[in-house]
């Protein structure tokens, strides 16, 4: 396809304006941030009109004059005040299923999509001066949109106008969830509403919205900035985003799924610089720190983490394979998506489209030669019997699972499919794990929980003797909430002779529980996150948010 040609080269062909003209232009455009159309308009080089002839010229566009023709009624009233002024499009003839729009703006092509959803017609675009365009806007529809004018657009030195309201807004969204610490942001579109919420320290809060008439042009553009197809509403897509904000490398992962009243997005947010934690900062007690780096550097074998989506199992296996991240080991890892980019790690990213699926990429990693393997999650059988295969084979494999505790991973691999003995020969050690709220260090003050509290964790008060046990406040440090930042929660056990011949005969949930109390060291989630209640970690309220009320072992 053939270069775009620069709107000046193009002006001092059709305007007969010289090269100096053109350079006074950019000057005045860049100390200005406006474009180099309205600069020279500005300037007095050009007129308007000529600006916009030039565009039409630049973007293959035909040219229509507003201040000239009367646009009849039943052409304009195709589309409301509202859907003109957001999209800066004005009908001006309807033939068949197409119609014509006038914009003011070549770059608003793009945001015509949900235009051509709206009218359920094909659009052609035509371009008016700016001038004739808020004059129509206010003579059709009694909008007075001078001020908003976006004037004419640039010669093509920056393809996205940071400047323009839609980028800013959306920008603005990104920067301040990234300032709140927000793991995710969720725009969702309601009938009459647009919800913007962040999920901080796993609680999603409602913020500041902006109208409801915006969110086709948010969406379109977060859509456009991931690689999605923003044309497409009808299925959902995923897409990523790379984005460099208050000075860090960020990246995002989007997911956008059809709603019944328009797209809901989300923005999964992948901070490079506080994503990666060390293993001590984890948040295990004393004697788990010691228990779990004595599994990780086994030579071989299959060490799962459980626990439901967003539970930190991602982040504690960085955590381990920074730990064991050595020149003379080789790692590699089967991810989907590949989260953080750990450096001196292969890391192979899953890709569903062309067929490279777990099981593929684990058969290809074994000839890898590798030490280390890192399976993102297993999910069927298939990927289960190879991760098994690699760890009796002399490899140290990680992986993780969805269950509700440590010992239902056994029962679980087993009902995949997996044989028992190969479930009781090949795991070494299962850890699960939640995340809990922290006290927030600066407003937390002590208080004496009630009797009806402790009996909640299965704590008396002379359990509490010795201990300061604090509670939530609120202040401008944590949003007035009281917690800032999580910390995990962890049950683990390893693997020895008789829960193996417990597994490999069949035992329950229920048996395997136990017997990992008397030989595999099991402490319990509330039996962990009472711990973290004496030592004025968190509180009763967060341990009984991921653990079962009762369960006090």
């Not at 902006?210 to 086709?216: A, F, G, M, T």
């Not at 690689?227 to 000075?247: F, P, T, V």
């Not at 709603?259 to 788990?288: K, M, N, T, W």
């Amino acid at each position: 396809m053939a270069e775009r040609k620069q709107l000046g080269a193009i002006l001092k062909v059709k305007a007969g304006i010289s090269e100096e003209d053109v350079q006074r232009g950019l000057r005045a455009a860049q100390q200005q941030k406006i474009k180099i159309g309205e600069a020279l308009v500005s300037l007095g080089v050009v007129t308007e009109e000529q600006v916009t002839r030039a565009l039409c010229n630049q973007f293959s566009l035909p040219f229509v004059n507003l201040g000239k023709v009367r646009l009849p009624e039943s052409v304009t009233g195709l589309l409301d005040a509202d859907a003109v002024e957001m999209f800066r499009a004005i009908p001006v003839k309807s033939k068949g299923n197409t119609l014509i729009v006038a914009l003011d703006d070549p770059e608003r092509m793009m945001m015509l999509d949900d235009l051509r959803f709206r009218t359920g017609k094909e659009l052609q675009c035509a371009l008016t001066t700016p001038s004739a365009f808020n004059t129509a806007l206010a003579d059709y529809y009694g909008v007075d949109a001078g001020a908003s004018s976006s004037g004419a657009s640039d010669d093509g030195v920056d393809d996205e106008d940071d400047d323009a309201p839609i980028i800013r807004l959306v920008n603005r969204i990104l920067e301040e969830a990234l300032r709140a610490r927000a793991s995710d942001i969720h725009i969702e579109p309601f009938a009459e509403h647009l919800r913007v919420r962040y999920r901080i320290d796993g609680h999603c809060q409602v913020q500041e919205s902006p109208p409801r008439h915006l969110s086709p042009a948010i969406l379109s553009r977060i859509k456009l900035m991931a690689g999605m197809d923003i044309s497409e509403k009808r299925q959902a897509q995923d897409g990523r985003i790379h984005i460099k904000l208050l000075g860090r490398e960020i990246d995002l992962r989007v997911s956008a799924l059809p709603a019944y009243h328009g797209e809901s997005v989300v923005c999964r947010i992948l901070d490079r610089e506080q994503g990666l934690i060390s293993l001590p900062a984890l948040g295990f007690s004393g004697e788990d720190y010691q228990r779990f780096l004595k599994i990780i550097k086994r030579p071989n074998g299959l060490f799962l983490v459980t626990g439901p989506t967003g539970s930190g199992k991602t982040t504690s296996l960085y955590a381990a394979l920074r730990e064991l991240n050595k020149p003379d080991v080789k790692i590699i890892t089967a991810e989907d998506p590949v989260e953080y980019n750990l450096s001196g790690i292969n890391q192979c990213q899953i890709r569903h489209n062309i067929g490279l699926n777990f099981s593929r990429i684990l058969r290809a990693m074994l000839r890898q030669a590798p030490n280390i393997i890192l399976v993102g999650e297993i999910r069927d059988i298939e990927t289960a019997e190879i991760a098994i295969q690699a760890s009796l084979t002399g490899h140290l494999v990680f992986s993780t699972l969805h269950t509700n505790d440590a010992p239902s991973a056994l029962t679980r691999l087993i009902d995949m499919g997996v044989k028992p003995f190969l479930v009781s020969t090949a795991i070494m050690a299962v850890m699960a794990q939640r995340l809990i709220r922290r006290l927030c260090k600066e407003c937390k003050v002590e208080r004496t929980p009630s009797d009806t509290e402790l009996r909640s964790v299965g704590l008396t008060p002379e359990d509490c003797e010795g201990h300061t046990i604090c509670g939530p406040v609120g202040c401008d440090e944590c949003n007035g909430t009281g917690y800032r930042g999580r910390v995990g929660v962890y049950e683990l056990f390893a693997m020895d002779s008789a829960m193996r011949e417990l597994c490999f005969n069949g035992g329950s949930t229920i048996k395997l529980r136990e017997q990992a109390k008397i030989s595999g060291g099991l402490v319990s989630l509330m039996a962990d996150g009472r711990k973290k209640f004496l030592t004025g970690v968190t509180t009763i309220e967060e341990v009984l948010t991921v653990a079962v009320a009762g369960e006090t072992a």
